[in-house]
């Protein structure tokens, strides 16, 4: 179960762990936005359409996000907003000089004015614990966990909190988190859950990422594991040639084509879609989104 991507994320890819785990966002966003990075608004249109998908199952109505950071993905699936506002309200001069405690005031407030009348449950993990703590504070998660599962087993308090996870989330995160992770958390929410079964998991890794060794997994726990095949997900520009080169070289040697994608200077992301075989067998991934109009974009 050892991660093949920890050594990438050491020697070929940007370290952006400067910005993963200070005591607010703002540094995150102003970095990350640096490079266009997309894969929370993919997450922000994508993933209603499987929470209803895991209700029409009788599945729970909660969230769990693996990798969760700052509570990006909750913010945008539970409020009115997009990825860009959140970018645009980071970059505000009138927030740069706040104290953190004063920028957790302002978004208690801001991010009360905007949520959705009934906005799913999310229950967030993270290694970085400074940043779980503030999407906790700033009222973002139900629960919230600075947890690395790749290195220990998940706390009581994560095993006691994982029983409404109708969907397992992860975007930016795969890569990070590996069989060793989502073994300890699948196990955690079946055991959690009334019905023992494991969640829906939707995961939107970049394209060098061999999703073999993870669907292999979650067939452990009755999950197929599907690849939408009608698009794939621009998630950021290289931050230099390195990652570049290295990608480029990736996907030839996987006899992946990146002319129109990676080619242009950017990550792209597969969204992969794990679920019970029945519900799986009923609807392929590929259907699932069909007249929803969520992949137009
Ligand atoms: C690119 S960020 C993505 C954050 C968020 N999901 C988003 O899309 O904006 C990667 C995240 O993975 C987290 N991470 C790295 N290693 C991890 C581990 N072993 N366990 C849990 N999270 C990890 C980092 O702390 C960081 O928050």
């Given at each position: 179960m050892?991660?093949?991507?920890?050594?990438?994320?050491?020697?070929?890819?940007?370290?952006?762990?400067?910005?993963?785990?200070?005591?607010?966002?703002?540094?995150?966003?102003?970095?990350?936005?640096?490079?266009?990075?997309?894969?929370?608004?993919?997450?922000?249109?994508?993933?209603?359409?499987?929470?209803q998908?895991?209700?029409?199952?009788?599945?729970?109505?909660?969230?769990?996000?693996?990798?969760?950071?700052?509570?990006?993905?909750?913010?945008?699936?539970?409020?009115?907003?997009?990825?860009?506002?959140?970018?645009?309200?980071?970059?505000?001069?009138?927030?740069?000089?706040?104290?953190?405690?004063?920028?957790?005031?302002?978004?208690?407030?801001?991010?009360?004015?905007?949520?959705?009348?009934?906005?799913?449950?999310?229950?967030?993990?993270?290694?970085?614990?400074?940043?779980?703590?503030?999407?906790?504070?700033?009222?973002?998660l139900?629960?919230?966990?600075?947890?690395?599962?790749?290195?220990?087993?998940?706390?009581?308090?994560?095993?006691g909190?994982v029983?409404?996870?109708?969907?397992?989330?992860?975007?930016?995160?795969?890569?990070?988190?590996?069989?060793?992770?989502?073994?300890?958390?699948?196990?955690?929410?079946?055991?959690?859950?009334?019905?023992?079964?494991?969640?829906?998991?939707?995961?939107?890794?970049?394209?060098?990422?061999?999703?073999?060794?993870l669907?292999?997994?979650?067939?452990?726990?009755?999950?197929?594991?599907?690849?939408?095949?009608?698009r794939?997900?621009?998630?950021?520009?290289?931050?230099?040639?390195?990652?570049?080169?290295?990608?480029?070289?990736?996907?030839?040697?996987?006899?992946?084509?990146?002319?129109?994608?990676?080619?242009?200077?950017?990550?792209?992301?597969?969204?992969?879609?794990?679920?019970?075989?029945?519900?799986?067998?009923?609807?392929?991934?590929?259907?699932?989104?069909?007249?929803?109009?969520?992949?137009d974009?």
């Amino acid at each position: 179960m050892s991660n093949p991507y920890a050594q990438h994320n050491e020697q070929n890819k940007a370290n952006f762990d400067h910005v993963y785990d200070r005591p607010d966002p703002r540094g995150y966003f102003e970095t990350l936005g640096s490079l266009d990075y997309l894969a929370p608004e993919h997450g922000r249109r994508l993933f209603p359409t499987l929470l209803q998908g895991v209700s029409a199952g009788g599945g729970p109505s909660g969230v769990l996000d693996l990798c969760c950071s700052y509570g990006v993905n909750a913010a945008l699936l539970r409020h009115d907003l997009t990825l860009d506002d959140l970018y645009a309200r980071y970059a505000l001069p009138e927030l740069a000089d706040l104290s953190t405690e004063d920028l957790l005031d302002a978004d208690r407030t801001f991010y009360a004015e905007c949520r959705h009348p009934s906005p799913p449950e999310v229950v967030g993990a993270d290694s970085a614990a400074n940043a779980v703590r503030y999407a906790l504070r700033a009222g973002l998660l139900e629960a919230g966990f600075g947890e690395d599962l790749e290195k220990t087993e998940p706390s009581e308090a994560f095993r006691g909190s994982v029983g409404n996870t109708g969907l397992l989330t992860v975007t930016g995160g795969v890569g990070y988190v590996w069989e060793r992770t989502f073994d300890r958390v699948l196990k955690a929410v079946a055991r959690a859950r009334p019905d023992g079964r494991a969640p829906w998991v939707a995961t939107l890794p970049a394209r060098l990422v061999g999703y073999g060794p993870l669907s292999d997994l979650f067939s452990r726990y009755g999950l197929v594991t599907e690849r939408l095949s009608s698009r794939t997900f621009p998630q950021r520009r290289f931050a230099d040639a390195t990652e570049r080169e290295h990608v480029l070289r990736q996907l030839a040697d996987m006899d992946v084509d990146p002319s129109g994608k990676e080619e242009e200077g950017w990550y792209h992301a597969d969204l992969y879609l794990s679920r019970p075989a029945g519900e799986a067998s009923k609807v392929p991934v590929d259907e699932l989104f069909g007249t929803t109009g969520a992949l137009d974009y």
